[in-house]
Structures are given as C-alpha cells and as structure tokens.
C-alpha cells in the first residue's frame, strides 16, 4: 500500500508556526547570498569568520590549517567516496589523517554510508567497480578500526535524513 505523503513534509509552514531551521532555497536566488560582515581582528575566532571550506585532497595531502589541528572533523557523505575511489587503505589513511589533526579530546562526528549504497555506486564507473570487488573492510568495520587508532567507542547519536538517506551519525572522541 502507497503512504501518502504529508503536505507538511514538502512545503513551508504557512499557518503561524515555523518549523526550526527552515530557509527556503529560493531566498538566495530572490535576494542573494546573506552578507558575510567583514572580520575585523578581535573577530576572527568567532562565528562565522573561524569556519573556512577548500576544497583538497585532504585525506593524501595535508593542508596549511592541519598545523593548528582541530577541535571537530565532521565526514558526512563521505567514507564511500573514499572507500571506493581508493580502497581500503584509502579509508584507513583518511581515519588516521583524522586521527593526526585532532586536538586531543577532540571529536569526529562520522556519517558512515551504508554497504548497499556501495552497489549502485560502483555502477557508475569501471574503476569504481573493480575496487568495489577488492574491498574487503564493510562500513560496519569503521568502529573497530576507529577504537584501534585511538578513539573512545562512539556515541550513536541517531538517524539523520529521509527515506532512501537515512545513515547513522556517530560522534568519537580522540583519546
């Protein structure tokens, strides 16, 4: 039997009420980016001037930044890609490069994707596919290897997304 889906799951609170976080995409195309106020000095360790994004290959090479080390690595959507486009030493390598840049106590919060998604993936290129069938680490080996390197067992901290994107999401600490 076909659920029927909710309107409230696809449009905009529009009765009194709106639903946290909610920022329709349309805005920026209406209105453009929101401004960014220009740092000054005594604010660059606050929010949103202490984030940057770059684009690397950051799992092989390091970057200027990973001398401060850092306090959170967030790899949401991520462990597949590596996983498939470099083995499982790839994936190994990208724990450990985590591992390095910690701060101690510091945290990573993991996405893991699941082995089934690897399937469709690996479909999309032959290279792909012909590590797919040399991997023998499974997503659901990533903690254990995790614990091994040094990372206290993780908290899992639920679900996050909808329907065919539902992954874990599990928050490690650095010992």
Known sequence: MKRKRSSSNITPPLRGIPRPGYFPAAFEHMLGPLPIPSASQELKHVFPH????????????????????????VAFSITKWIHLNGGDDSIRGFFRRIHEVLKPQGHLILE????????????????????????????????SILEEMGFEPPQHLGTTGDGGFQRPVDLYKKL
């Open 112 to 143: 893991p994707q699941a082995w089934n998604t690897y399937a469709k993936a690996k479909r999309m290129d032959e290279h792909l596919k012909q590590i797919y069938q040399s991997l023998s680490l499974r997503p659901e080996h990533f903690e």
């Open 50 to 73: 202490n984030i940057a994004f770059r684009t690397a290959d950051w799992a092989s090479h390091p970057i200027l930044e990973d001398g401060e080390g850092y306090d959170v690595v």
